[in-house]
């Protein structure tokens, strides 16, 4: 019987999806790279933990392309920016410390061989990590179409290497999370009280590669769809409660889950299961969410989430340089919703405190 395929990704604006990457644990302590912070005479903290910060391992490209698993032109070109172009735009975007998401993606032939995946990106996020002492960290890429592989990596990245956490998409071949499919992988991850990233891919049933609505990218509505899909099916299946010590952030400020948080309480006890109106509140406020985007205006967010579940990131390089600097940090330093120690705390302080082991010794 043949091995099924595992589908991690396809070419062009599909490649945006996060299937994180790896090193060893890395304190925030400063390094000979590491910009020092700043603080205005308000003071506000300058220094920035970037939550959201796509990498593409070249090991894991040349590596993939030798295999022909994918070709250089289905990579798009940020794909290939390097690891001192970050370093340059976070110390632009006064960045301290970036929690990297590479992606991985192509057709996986077998277990064996997503597994070796994992292990060269693991390995390159471990170089990237100590080479520049105190500017990354990482999650474990986890693909929870394949259990074994997923429990391997967990094992690996948060038993063994102590990573950050992990990243997990949206859904896989259209079973999202929250789905009864991914308790055992869950309830490990519970065991280790994980962080568990998530991140939006193309919607279930589409022609691989093609957008939904001609000439509309997929990233501009389908993955915010599929961030809220996952959102309320972990709220339908009880999820927070079933996993009390897991964390969960929800990408580009939880996609549509705000917007449609009060439709969702009127209406969710025609979901089955029944979702009861209280369920949807206490789950909103315990999600983390990250600023990635550019995020809409904050208001209806803080409605329905405490500001120390914010945290800062900014997509990049899926989201380029000019989007990050010209629009997106410009709107959140500006957003009348936040006061000055909130955005203190989506900054750098939240990330520490859901993350402790990103703070100095």
């Known amino acids: 019987m043949s091995t099924p395929v595992r589908l991690l990704g396809r070419p ?31 003071g506000t903290v300058h220094s920035k933990i970037d939550i959201h ?8 490209r040349e590596w993939a392309v030798h295999h022909g698993l994918v070709t250089p032109e289905q990579l798009p070109p940020w794909a290939r920016i390097d690891t001192e172009a970050s370093i340059r735009f976070m110390d632009d975007a006064g960045i301290t410390t ?10 996986y032939r077998s277990s064996a061989q997503l597994r070796e995946a994992i292990s060269i990106t693991l390995r390159s996020m471990i170089e990237v990590a100590t080479s520049h002492p105190g500017r990354f960290s990482y999650y474990v890429p986890l693909f929870l179409d394949d259990q074994e592989a997923s429990s391997w990596a967990v094992r690996r990245g948060l038993g063994q290497l102590g990573a950050a956490g992990v990243n ?24 280790y009280s994980a962080v568990v990233d998530t991140h939006p891919h193309n919607l279930p049933g589409g ?12 990233f501009m509505c389908d993955f915010l769809l599929d961030t809220t899909r996952a959102a309320v ?34 209406l969710g006890r025609f979901c089955e299961p029944s979702v009861e109106p209280a369920a949807v509140r206490d789950h909103l406020s315990r999600f ?12 209806t967010l803080l409605e329905h989430v405490p500001a ?43 990330a520490m405190r859901l993350i402790p082991q990103l703070a100095t010794a």
């Open 233 to 266: 099916n972990m709220i339908s299946r009880r999820t927070l409660d079933r996993f009390p010590d897991l964390s969960v952030v929800l990408p580009h400020a939880g996609g549509f889950l705000p917007y449609i948080a009060t439709r969702l309480q009127a």
């Open 53 to 60: 910060h796509h990498y593409c391992a070249p090991e894991w």
């Open 288 to 299: 983390y969410y990250d600023t990635a985007g550019p995020m809409a205006p904050a208001a």
């Open 168 to 191: 997990v998409t949206a859904n896989y071949g259209g079973v999202y999370l929250g789905d009864p499919s991914y308790d055992r992988l869950f309830h490990e991850l519970n065991d």
């Open 98 to 107: 970036a929690v990297l998401k590479p992606m991985l993606p192509a057709r």
């Open 207 to 218: 022609r691989p590669g093609a957008p939904t609505v001609p000439g509309i990218p997929n």
């Open 308 to 350: 120390d579940h914010v945290l800062f990131g900014t997509d990049w390089p899926a989201a380029p340089a000019d989007t990050v600097m010209d629009l997106a940090l410009p709107a959140l330093e500006a957003d009348p919703a936040f006061t000055p120690e909130q955005l203190r705390g989506i900054y750098h302080g939240n």
């Open 12 to 42: 062009a604006d599909e490649l945006r999806i996060a299937a994180v990457g790896t090193s060893e644990v890395i304190r925030i302590a400063r390094g000979p790279s590491a910009p020092a912070p700043d603080a205005d005479t308000a």
